[in-house]
Protein backbone atom coordinates (compact mmCIF):
# COMPACT_ATOMS: atom_id res chain seq x y z
CA UNK A 1 0.00 0.00 0.00
CA UNK A 2 1.14 3.52 -0.98
CA UNK A 3 1.58 6.45 1.95
CA UNK A 4 -1.51 8.20 1.41
CA UNK A 5 -1.74 10.30 4.56
CA UNK A 6 1.31 11.03 5.47
CA UNK A 7 5.12 10.24 4.66
CA UNK A 8 5.30 7.73 7.33
CA UNK A 9 4.46 3.83 6.65
CA UNK A 10 3.00 1.76 9.87
CA UNK A 11 3.91 -1.95 9.68
CA UNK A 12 0.19 -2.66 8.93
CA UNK A 13 0.45 -1.65 4.97
CA UNK A 14 3.73 -4.60 4.38
CA UNK A 15 2.68 -6.85 2.36
CA UNK A 16 -0.97 -6.02 2.21
CA UNK A 17 -3.13 -6.39 -0.98
CA UNK A 18 -6.86 -4.71 -1.14
CA UNK A 19 -9.47 -6.28 -3.39
CA UNK A 20 -9.26 -4.87 -6.76
CA UNK A 21 -11.80 -1.63 -6.89
CA UNK A 22 -11.81 1.36 -9.14
CA UNK A 23 -12.59 5.38 -9.56
CA UNK A 24 -16.47 6.33 -9.32
CA UNK A 25 -16.62 6.98 -13.36
CA UNK A 26 -20.60 7.25 -13.68
CA UNK A 27 -23.92 8.27 -11.70
CA UNK A 28 -24.95 5.55 -9.58
CA UNK A 29 -27.99 4.57 -7.37
CA UNK A 30 -28.46 2.58 -4.26
CA UNK A 31 -29.99 2.22 -0.68
CA UNK A 32 -27.01 3.26 1.32
CA UNK A 33 -24.02 5.63 0.23
CA UNK A 34 -20.93 5.11 3.27
CA UNK A 35 -18.30 8.12 2.50
CA UNK A 36 -15.07 6.57 3.84
CA UNK A 37 -12.99 3.40 3.43
CA UNK A 38 -11.94 2.82 6.89
CA UNK A 39 -12.84 0.30 9.46
CA UNK A 40 -16.17 2.47 10.45
CA UNK A 41 -17.32 2.92 6.75
CA UNK A 42 -16.61 -0.78 5.76
CA UNK A 43 -18.28 -2.23 9.30
CA UNK A 44 -21.34 -0.60 8.37
CA UNK A 45 -21.26 -0.98 4.66
CA UNK A 46 -21.28 -5.21 5.38
CA UNK A 47 -23.47 -5.02 8.11
CA UNK A 48 -25.95 -3.10 5.77
CA UNK A 49 -25.26 -5.43 3.62
CA UNK A 50 -26.05 -8.59 5.48
CA UNK A 51 -29.06 -7.10 5.97
CA UNK A 52 -29.94 -7.15 2.01
CA UNK A 53 -29.36 -3.16 1.49
CA UNK A 54 -27.60 -2.10 -2.34
CA UNK A 55 -24.67 -0.51 -0.71
CA UNK A 56 -21.93 1.58 -2.07
CA UNK A 57 -18.81 2.70 -0.41
CA UNK A 58 -16.56 6.19 -1.75
CA UNK A 59 -13.18 6.49 -0.41
CA UNK A 60 -10.68 9.06 -1.63
CA UNK A 61 -7.67 7.17 -0.97
CA UNK A 62 -7.81 3.81 -0.73
CA UNK A 63 -9.33 0.79 1.43
CA UNK A 64 -7.96 1.65 4.56
CA UNK A 65 -5.14 4.33 3.32
CA UNK A 66 -6.61 7.40 6.14
CA UNK A 67 -6.58 6.54 9.83
CA UNK A 68 -7.04 3.00 10.17
CA UNK A 69 -4.21 2.31 8.57
CA UNK A 70 -2.16 4.30 11.61
CA UNK A 71 -3.78 2.62 14.56
CA UNK A 72 -1.83 0.24 17.07
CA UNK A 73 -4.88 -1.72 16.44
CA UNK A 74 -5.77 -1.94 20.41
CA UNK A 75 -9.35 -3.94 21.09
CA UNK A 76 -10.35 -2.52 24.69
CA UNK A 77 -13.15 -1.71 26.54
CA UNK A 78 -10.55 0.13 29.12
CA UNK A 79 -11.82 3.26 28.27
CA UNK A 80 -8.94 5.54 27.93
CA UNK A 81 -10.53 8.71 29.52
CA UNK A 82 -10.88 6.97 32.71
CA UNK A 83 -14.09 5.58 34.58
CA UNK A 84 -14.36 8.23 37.17
CA UNK A 85 -14.84 10.88 34.65
CA UNK A 86 -17.16 9.10 32.32
CA UNK A 87 -19.33 8.25 35.47
CA UNK A 88 -19.27 12.17 36.71
CA UNK A 89 -20.28 12.45 32.77
CA UNK A 90 -22.77 10.11 32.10
CA UNK A 91 -23.31 8.46 35.09
CA UNK A 92 -23.34 4.91 36.40
CA UNK A 93 -25.66 3.31 33.72
CA UNK A 94 -24.64 5.37 30.64
CA UNK A 95 -20.21 4.40 32.08
CA UNK A 96 -21.87 0.65 31.93
CA UNK A 97 -22.96 1.08 28.77
CA UNK A 98 -20.09 2.90 27.07
CA UNK A 99 -18.05 -0.02 28.18
CA UNK A 100 -20.35 -2.53 27.60
CA UNK A 101 -20.99 -1.56 23.82
CA UNK A 102 -16.83 -1.70 23.20
CA UNK A 103 -16.85 -4.95 24.96
CA UNK A 104 -19.71 -5.97 21.97
CA UNK A 105 -17.38 -4.35 19.46
CA UNK A 106 -14.64 -6.69 20.38
CA UNK A 107 -17.13 -9.76 20.36
CA UNK A 108 -18.52 -8.59 16.79
CA UNK A 109 -15.14 -8.56 15.17
CA UNK A 110 -14.12 -12.20 16.47
CA UNK A 111 -17.98 -13.04 15.45
CA UNK A 112 -17.26 -11.64 12.16
CA UNK A 113 -13.82 -13.26 12.03
CA UNK A 114 -15.67 -16.54 12.22
CA UNK A 115 -18.34 -16.15 10.08
CA UNK A 116 -15.90 -15.05 6.91
CA UNK A 117 -12.98 -17.48 8.07
CA UNK A 118 -10.77 -13.95 8.17
CA UNK A 119 -6.94 -14.80 8.96
CA UNK A 120 -5.95 -11.42 10.60
CA UNK A 121 -3.86 -12.26 14.01
CA UNK A 122 -6.73 -11.96 16.41
CA UNK A 123 -5.81 -12.92 19.72
CA UNK A 124 -7.50 -12.09 22.94
CA UNK A 125 -5.42 -10.88 25.44
CA UNK A 126 -5.22 -9.13 29.34
CA UNK A 127 -4.86 -5.07 29.28
CA UNK A 128 -3.07 -3.38 32.12
CA UNK A 129 -3.57 -0.03 33.33
CA UNK A 130 0.01 0.93 35.66
CA UNK A 131 0.66 3.70 37.89
CA UNK A 132 4.12 4.93 38.17
CA UNK A 133 3.37 7.13 41.35
CA UNK A 134 1.88 7.65 44.44
CA UNK A 135 -0.63 10.22 43.22
CA UNK A 136 -1.11 7.85 39.87
CA UNK A 137 -1.92 4.85 42.65
CA UNK A 138 -4.07 6.93 44.15
CA UNK A 139 -6.23 7.52 40.65
CA UNK A 140 -5.71 4.05 40.05
CA UNK A 141 -7.95 3.35 43.14
CA UNK A 142 -10.53 5.54 42.31
CA UNK A 143 -10.62 3.79 39.06
CA UNK A 144 -11.23 0.21 40.66
CA UNK A 145 -13.92 1.96 42.72
CA UNK A 146 -15.51 3.24 39.71
CA UNK A 147 -15.31 0.18 37.92
CA UNK A 148 -16.71 -1.52 41.25
CA UNK A 149 -19.78 1.35 40.85
CA UNK A 150 -20.92 0.14 37.43
CA UNK A 151 -20.35 -3.67 38.03
CA UNK A 152 -17.40 -4.52 36.46
CA UNK A 153 -15.60 -6.87 38.62
CA UNK A 154 -13.36 -9.11 36.51
CA UNK A 155 -11.10 -6.01 37.18
CA UNK A 156 -8.75 -6.55 40.07
CA UNK A 157 -5.73 -4.57 41.63
CA UNK A 158 -2.55 -6.60 40.98
CA UNK A 159 0.25 -6.07 43.30
CA UNK A 160 2.84 -6.81 40.73
CA UNK A 161 2.91 -5.91 37.02
CA UNK A 162 3.75 -8.86 34.34
CA UNK A 163 6.52 -6.72 33.12
CA UNK A 164 8.63 -6.04 36.29
CA UNK A 165 10.29 -3.14 34.82
CA UNK A 166 7.40 -1.03 34.06
CA UNK A 167 6.69 -0.45 37.56
CA UNK A 168 6.66 -1.20 41.13
CA UNK A 169 3.57 -0.61 42.05
CA UNK A 170 0.10 -2.18 41.63
CA UNK A 171 -1.41 -2.47 38.21
CA UNK A 172 -5.27 -3.47 37.38
CA UNK A 173 -6.03 -6.27 35.14
CA UNK A 174 -8.68 -5.83 32.87
CA UNK A 175 -9.35 -9.30 30.90
CA UNK A 176 -10.67 -10.62 27.65
CA UNK A 177 -9.08 -7.47 25.94
CA UNK A 178 -7.97 -8.16 22.48
CA UNK A 179 -5.51 -7.26 19.55
CA UNK A 180 -5.32 -7.87 16.01
CA UNK A 181 -3.89 -6.78 11.98
CA UNK A 182 -5.75 -4.21 11.37
CA UNK A 183 -5.36 -4.28 7.41
CA UNK A 184 -5.66 -8.25 7.05
CA UNK A 185 -9.30 -7.86 8.34
CA UNK A 186 -10.06 -4.76 6.61
CA UNK A 187 -9.18 -6.00 3.42
CA UNK A 188 -10.72 -9.28 3.82
CA UNK A 189 -13.84 -7.85 5.41
CA UNK A 190 -13.97 -5.10 2.30
CA UNK A 191 -13.70 -8.85 -0.12
CA UNK A 192 -16.91 -10.18 1.86
CA UNK A 193 -18.71 -6.97 1.56
CA UNK A 194 -17.49 -7.10 -2.31
CA UNK A 195 -19.35 -10.81 -2.59
CA UNK A 196 -22.19 -9.85 -0.74
CA UNK A 197 -23.22 -7.64 -3.61
CA UNK A 198 -21.50 -4.13 -2.43
CA UNK A 199 -19.64 -1.46 -4.23
CA UNK A 200 -16.68 0.20 -3.39
CA UNK A 201 -15.21 3.29 -5.33
CA UNK A 202 -11.88 4.23 -5.01
CA UNK A 203 -9.76 7.43 -5.31
CA UNK A 204 -13.25 9.24 -5.61
CA UNK A 205 -13.51 12.27 -3.35
CA UNK A 206 -16.55 13.76 -2.73
CA UNK A 207 -16.97 17.66 -2.80
CA UNK A 208 -20.57 17.84 -2.07
CA UNK A 209 -23.16 17.09 -0.35
CA UNK A 210 -26.73 17.51 -0.97
CA UNK A 211 -29.64 16.28 1.56
CA UNK A 212 -33.17 15.75 1.78
CA UNK A 213 -35.51 12.63 1.25
CA UNK A 214 -33.01 11.22 -1.57
CA UNK A 215 -29.30 12.21 -0.91
CA UNK A 216 -27.03 13.40 -3.84
CA UNK A 217 -23.25 13.53 -3.15
CA UNK A 218 -20.78 14.79 -5.96
CA UNK A 219 -17.78 13.76 -6.60
CA UNK A 220 -14.55 16.06 -7.23
CA UNK A 221 -14.94 15.29 -10.86
CA UNK A 222 -18.66 15.38 -11.25
CA UNK A 223 -19.74 12.17 -11.00
CA UNK A 224 -22.63 11.45 -8.52
CA UNK A 225 -24.22 8.92 -6.00
CA UNK A 226 -28.21 8.89 -4.95
CA UNK A 227 -29.04 7.43 -1.99
CA UNK A 228 -31.94 7.10 0.45
CA UNK A 229 -29.44 6.81 2.84
CA UNK A 230 -26.26 8.77 3.58
CA UNK A 231 -23.13 7.37 6.43
CA UNK A 232 -20.57 10.13 6.50
CA UNK A 233 -17.36 8.00 8.28
CA UNK A 234 -14.67 10.02 7.25
CA UNK A 235 -12.82 10.05 10.56
CA UNK A 236 -13.76 13.92 10.93
CA UNK A 237 -17.24 14.65 9.27
CA UNK A 238 -16.84 16.19 6.01
CA UNK A 239 -20.27 17.05 5.59
CA UNK A 240 -19.86 19.60 8.72
CA UNK A 241 -18.65 22.87 8.76
CA UNK A 242 -18.91 23.82 12.08
CA UNK A 243 -21.20 22.42 14.60
CA UNK A 244 -19.39 18.99 14.93
CA UNK A 245 -15.85 20.74 14.93
CA UNK A 246 -16.91 22.29 17.88
CA UNK A 247 -17.40 19.23 20.01
CA UNK A 248 -13.84 17.44 19.30
CA UNK A 249 -10.65 18.31 19.00
CA UNK A 250 -7.72 16.96 16.69
CA UNK A 251 -4.74 15.34 18.18
CA UNK A 252 -1.48 13.90 16.37
CA UNK A 253 -0.11 10.81 18.37
CA UNK A 254 2.76 9.02 17.77
CA UNK A 255 3.94 5.29 17.49
CA UNK A 256 7.42 2.80 17.29
CA UNK A 257 8.02 -0.47 16.69
CA UNK A 258 10.68 -2.55 18.42
CA UNK A 259 11.72 -5.66 18.09
CA UNK A 260 12.67 -7.68 21.63
CA UNK A 261 12.87 -11.79 21.62
CA UNK A 262 10.12 -14.08 21.30
CA UNK A 263 8.41 -14.54 24.30
CA UNK A 264 10.41 -12.02 26.65
CA UNK A 265 7.88 -9.37 27.02
CA UNK A 266 4.14 -11.02 28.02
CA UNK A 267 1.49 -10.71 25.01
CA UNK A 268 -1.13 -8.12 26.41
CA UNK A 269 -2.01 -4.76 26.43
CA UNK A 270 -0.20 -2.05 28.47
CA UNK A 271 -1.29 1.78 29.63
CA UNK A 272 -0.06 4.02 31.85
CA UNK A 273 -1.39 6.95 33.52
CA UNK A 274 0.34 9.80 32.32
CA UNK A 275 -1.28 12.54 29.96
CA UNK A 276 -0.81 12.18 27.62
CA UNK A 277 -0.45 8.18 28.12
CA UNK A 278 1.79 5.91 26.73
CA UNK A 279 0.05 1.98 25.17
CA UNK A 280 1.96 -1.08 24.34
CA UNK A 281 1.29 -3.79 22.81
CA UNK A 282 3.24 -7.00 20.48
CA UNK A 283 2.56 -8.27 17.08
CA UNK A 284 3.87 -11.75 17.64
CA UNK A 285 6.77 -12.87 14.71
CA UNK A 286 6.50 -8.98 12.86
CA UNK A 287 10.44 -7.51 13.84
CA UNK A 288 12.51 -8.26 10.58
CA UNK A 289 9.75 -9.68 8.48
CA UNK A 290 10.70 -13.79 9.32
CA UNK A 291 8.15 -15.59 11.41
CA UNK A 292 11.25 -17.82 12.51
CA UNK A 293 13.71 -15.24 13.50
CA UNK A 294 12.60 -15.45 17.17
CA UNK A 295 11.48 -12.08 17.66
CA UNK A 296 8.08 -10.14 18.38
CA UNK A 297 7.61 -6.43 17.68
CA UNK A 298 7.12 -4.22 20.67
CA UNK A 299 4.67 -1.63 19.17
CA UNK A 300 4.46 2.12 22.11
CA UNK A 301 2.38 5.02 21.22
CA UNK A 302 1.84 8.36 22.74
CA UNK A 303 3.59 11.92 23.25
CA UNK A 304 0.30 13.23 21.77
CA UNK A 305 -0.30 16.99 20.80
CA UNK A 306 -2.62 19.15 19.31
CA UNK A 307 -2.67 18.77 15.40
CA UNK A 308 -0.78 21.69 14.30
CA UNK A 309 0.28 22.76 17.46
CA UNK A 310 3.59 21.65 18.30
CA UNK A 311 7.72 22.22 16.93
CA UNK A 312 9.76 19.65 16.25
CA UNK A 313 8.06 16.58 15.65
CA UNK A 314 10.71 14.32 15.06
CA UNK A 315 11.59 14.91 18.68
CA UNK A 316 8.46 12.92 19.64
CA UNK A 317 9.75 9.61 18.11
CA UNK A 318 12.89 10.50 20.27
CA UNK A 319 10.82 10.98 23.76
CA UNK A 320 8.68 7.66 22.74
CA UNK A 321 12.10 5.45 22.55
CA UNK A 322 13.06 6.88 26.05
CA UNK A 323 10.23 5.73 27.38
CA UNK A 324 10.31 2.79 26.04
CA UNK A 325 14.16 2.18 26.93
CA UNK A 326 12.96 3.05 30.21
CA UNK A 327 10.36 0.97 30.70
CA UNK A 328 11.57 -1.97 28.21
CA UNK A 329 15.09 -2.32 28.88
CA UNK A 330 14.80 -5.04 26.74
CA UNK A 331 13.96 -3.96 23.30
CA UNK A 332 16.60 -4.10 20.57
CA UNK A 333 16.44 -1.70 17.75
CA UNK A 334 13.42 0.40 16.73
CA UNK A 335 12.23 -0.33 13.18
CA UNK A 336 9.16 1.65 12.47
CA UNK A 337 7.53 4.68 13.25
CA UNK A 338 5.13 6.35 12.27
CA UNK A 339 1.85 8.93 13.23
CA UNK A 340 -1.79 9.08 13.84
CA UNK A 341 -4.33 11.55 13.79
CA UNK A 342 -7.15 11.21 16.65
CA UNK A 343 -10.23 13.18 17.60
CA UNK A 344 -11.28 13.56 21.51
CA UNK A 345 -14.66 14.35 22.27
CA UNK A 346 -15.11 17.05 24.96
CA UNK A 347 -17.07 14.83 26.71
CA UNK A 348 -15.13 11.40 26.27
CA UNK A 349 -17.59 9.43 24.03
CA UNK A 350 -18.11 9.26 20.35
CA UNK A 351 -20.52 10.59 18.07
CA UNK A 352 -22.67 7.97 16.10
CA UNK A 353 -26.09 8.69 14.83
CA UNK A 354 -28.02 11.23 12.92
CA UNK A 355 -25.96 14.06 11.81
CA UNK A 356 -27.53 17.48 13.84
CA UNK A 357 -29.69 19.86 12.09
CA UNK A 358 -29.30 17.87 8.64
CA UNK A 359 -32.53 15.34 7.29
CA UNK A 360 -32.85 12.09 9.40
CA UNK A 361 -31.22 10.05 6.53
CA UNK A 362 -28.10 11.57 7.20
CA UNK A 363 -25.61 9.59 10.03
CA UNK A 364 -22.03 10.57 11.15
CA UNK A 365 -19.15 8.39 13.05
CA UNK A 366 -16.80 10.58 14.53
CA UNK A 367 -14.62 11.55 18.22
CA UNK A 368 -12.67 7.99 18.03
CA UNK A 369 -11.14 9.56 21.44
CA UNK A 370 -8.17 7.12 20.35
CA UNK A 371 -10.55 3.61 20.23
CA UNK A 372 -10.85 3.79 17.02
CA UNK A 373 -11.25 -0.28 15.59
CA UNK A 374 -13.82 -0.22 18.46
CA UNK A 375 -15.22 2.67 17.87
CA UNK A 376 -15.77 1.99 14.43
CA UNK A 377 -17.45 -1.22 15.21
CA UNK A 378 -19.96 -0.25 17.44
CA UNK A 379 -20.60 2.50 14.40
CA UNK A 380 -21.33 -0.08 12.57
CA UNK A 381 -23.68 -1.77 14.19
CA UNK A 382 -25.76 1.29 15.74
CA UNK A 383 -26.23 3.00 12.20
CA UNK A 384 -27.35 -0.39 10.67
CA UNK A 385 -29.69 -0.97 13.29
CA UNK A 386 -30.70 2.97 12.95
CA UNK A 387 -30.95 2.97 8.78
CA UNK A 388 -32.90 -0.86 9.87
CA UNK A 389 -35.20 0.96 12.41
CA UNK A 390 -34.44 -1.71 14.91
CA UNK A 391 -34.19 0.05 18.51
CA UNK A 392 -30.51 0.25 19.90
CA UNK A 393 -29.83 0.89 23.94
CA UNK A 394 -26.65 3.01 22.67
CA UNK A 395 -28.37 5.32 20.67
CA UNK A 396 -28.85 7.90 23.25
CA UNK A 397 -25.03 7.81 24.54
CA UNK A 398 -23.78 8.16 21.31
CA UNK A 399 -25.99 10.85 19.93
CA UNK A 400 -24.15 13.22 17.94
CA UNK A 401 -26.67 16.04 18.78
CA UNK A 402 -26.02 15.69 22.74
CA UNK A 403 -25.33 18.48 25.29
CA UNK A 404 -23.84 17.93 28.61
CA UNK A 405 -23.23 21.40 30.38
CA UNK A 406 -20.65 18.92 32.83
CA UNK A 407 -18.56 18.84 30.05
CA UNK A 408 -18.75 23.03 29.06
CA UNK A 409 -15.72 23.90 30.38
CA UNK A 410 -13.51 21.22 27.91
CA UNK A 411 -15.90 22.81 25.27
CA UNK A 412 -14.77 26.39 26.19
CA UNK A 413 -10.97 25.46 26.73
CA UNK A 414 -10.51 23.53 22.87
CA UNK A 415 -13.08 26.49 21.81
CA UNK A 416 -11.01 29.26 23.41
CA UNK A 417 -7.89 27.19 21.56
CA UNK A 418 -9.38 27.49 18.02
CA UNK A 419 -9.85 30.99 18.63
CA UNK A 420 -6.11 31.64 19.68
CA UNK A 421 -4.92 30.35 16.62
CA UNK A 422 -6.10 33.18 13.97
CA UNK A 423 -3.19 35.33 15.59
CA UNK A 424 -1.02 33.87 12.90
CA UNK A 425 -2.84 35.99 10.75
CA UNK A 426 -0.45 38.72 12.08
CA UNK A 427 2.48 37.57 13.13
CA UNK A 428 5.87 37.41 10.61
CA UNK A 429 6.58 34.45 8.50
CA UNK A 430 9.14 31.47 9.76
CA UNK A 431 11.11 32.44 6.48
CA UNK A 432 11.25 35.88 4.41
CA UNK A 433 12.26 34.62 1.27
CA UNK A 434 11.32 30.98 -0.55
CA UNK A 435 15.41 30.08 -0.55
CA UNK A 436 15.57 30.06 2.92
CA UNK A 437 13.20 26.83 2.72
CA UNK A 438 15.56 23.72 2.59
CA UNK A 439 14.89 20.88 -0.13
CA UNK A 440 12.31 18.39 1.76
CA UNK A 441 11.07 21.00 4.22
CA UNK A 442 8.37 23.26 3.86
CA UNK A 443 7.93 26.84 5.80
CA UNK A 444 5.45 29.64 5.99
CA UNK A 445 6.13 33.10 4.81
CA UNK A 446 4.67 36.15 5.05
CA UNK A 447 4.04 37.87 0.94
CA UNK A 448 2.38 41.58 2.04
CA UNK A 449 -0.80 40.57 3.84
CA UNK A 450 -1.34 37.19 2.65
CA UNK A 451 0.92 34.00 4.18
CA UNK A 452 1.79 31.39 2.11
CA UNK A 453 2.96 28.05 2.53
CA UNK A 454 6.19 27.17 0.58
CA UNK A 455 7.55 23.57 0.13
CA UNK A 456 10.78 22.35 -1.40
CA UNK A 457 10.97 19.35 -2.79
CA UNK A 458 14.38 16.87 -2.96
CA UNK A 459 15.30 18.06 -6.26
CA UNK A 460 15.46 22.16 -4.62
CA UNK A 461 12.05 23.55 -6.75
CA UNK A 462 10.08 25.47 -4.52
CA UNK A 463 5.99 24.74 -4.98
CA UNK A 464 3.84 28.02 -3.19
CA UNK A 465 0.31 27.59 -2.37
CA UNK A 466 -1.73 29.69 0.06
CA UNK A 467 -1.42 28.70 3.77
CA UNK A 468 -5.19 29.50 4.42
CA UNK A 469 -6.91 26.51 5.40
CA UNK A 470 -10.26 25.81 3.39
CA UNK A 471 -11.99 24.73 5.76
CA UNK A 472 -12.56 27.79 8.40
CA UNK A 473 -9.76 29.64 7.75
CA UNK A 474 -6.76 29.17 9.95
CA UNK A 475 -3.33 29.14 8.84
CA UNK A 476 -1.59 25.98 8.67
CA UNK A 477 1.58 24.59 10.01
CA UNK A 478 4.32 22.05 8.44
CA UNK A 479 4.73 18.34 9.87
CA UNK A 480 7.72 17.46 9.50
CA UNK A 481 7.00 13.80 10.32
CA UNK A 482 4.91 13.75 7.79
CA UNK A 483 5.72 16.23 5.10
CA UNK A 484 2.45 17.59 5.46
CA UNK A 485 0.58 20.78 5.75
CA UNK A 486 -1.32 20.50 9.14
CA UNK A 487 -4.31 23.40 10.22
CA UNK A 488 -4.17 24.32 13.91
CA UNK A 489 -7.70 24.28 14.32
CA UNK A 490 -9.76 21.61 13.16
CA UNK A 491 -6.71 19.17 11.96
CA UNK A 492 -7.33 19.37 8.10
CA UNK A 493 -4.37 17.96 6.30
CA UNK A 494 -3.01 18.71 2.65
CA UNK A 495 0.06 17.31 1.30
CA UNK A 496 3.23 19.37 0.42
CA UNK A 497 1.52 20.78 -3.01
CA UNK A 498 -1.52 21.62 -1.13
CA UNK A 499 -3.91 18.53 -2.02
CA UNK A 500 -6.21 18.03 0.92
CA UNK A 501 -5.70 14.21 2.54
CA UNK A 502 -7.34 14.59 5.50
CA UNK A 503 -10.77 16.49 6.48
CA UNK A 504 -13.06 18.06 7.30
CA UNK A 505 -11.17 20.69 4.88
CA UNK A 506 -12.66 19.00 1.20
CA UNK A 507 -11.02 21.39 -1.03
CA UNK A 508 -7.05 21.88 -1.63
CA UNK A 509 -5.05 24.99 -0.64
CA UNK A 510 -5.74 27.70 -2.75
CA UNK A 511 -2.84 29.36 -5.17
CA UNK A 512 -0.42 31.84 -3.60
CA UNK A 513 -1.42 35.16 -3.73
Known sequence: MKRESGASLSVWVENITMPVTTPLHENVKC?????????????????????????????AKEI??????????????????????????????????????????????EEIIKDEKIDCDFVRVDGYMFANTKEEEDQLMRELEA????????????????????????????PNQAHFHVLKYL??????????????????????????????VVSEAGHAIAANHLVVATNSPVIDKVTMHTKQAPYRTYVIGAAVKRDEVPDALYWDMQDPYHYVRLLKGKAGGDDQNGLDLLIVGGED?????????????????????????????????????????????GFIGRNPGDSDNVYIATGDSGQGMTHGTIAGMLITDLIMGKPNLWQKLYDPARVSLKSSGEFMKENLNVAAQFKDYVTPGEVDDPMQVMPGTGSVMRKGLAKVAVYCDQDGVR????????????????NEVESSWDCPCHGSRFDPFGKVITGPAVKDLGPAE
Not at 66 to 71: D, F, I, P, S
Not at 79 to 97: A, H, P, Q, S
Not at 154 to 166: A, I, N, S
Request: aromatic share 6%; glycine share 10%.
Open 147 to 174: LQKIGWRDVVLRKKCPVETLTALPCLHF
Open 187 to 216: SALSAALLSKGGRIFTKTKIERFETGRVVT
Open 31 to 59: DVCVVGGGIAGITTAYLLAKEGKDVVVVE
Open 305 to 349: HKTGQDDHLSRKFTELESWMRLRFPMAQEVVYRWSGQVLEPVDSL
Open 463 to 478: HQCSAVCTHLGCVVHW
Open 64 to 109: GGGETGRTTAHLSNALDDGFDELIRLFGVEGTRMAVQSHGKAIDKI
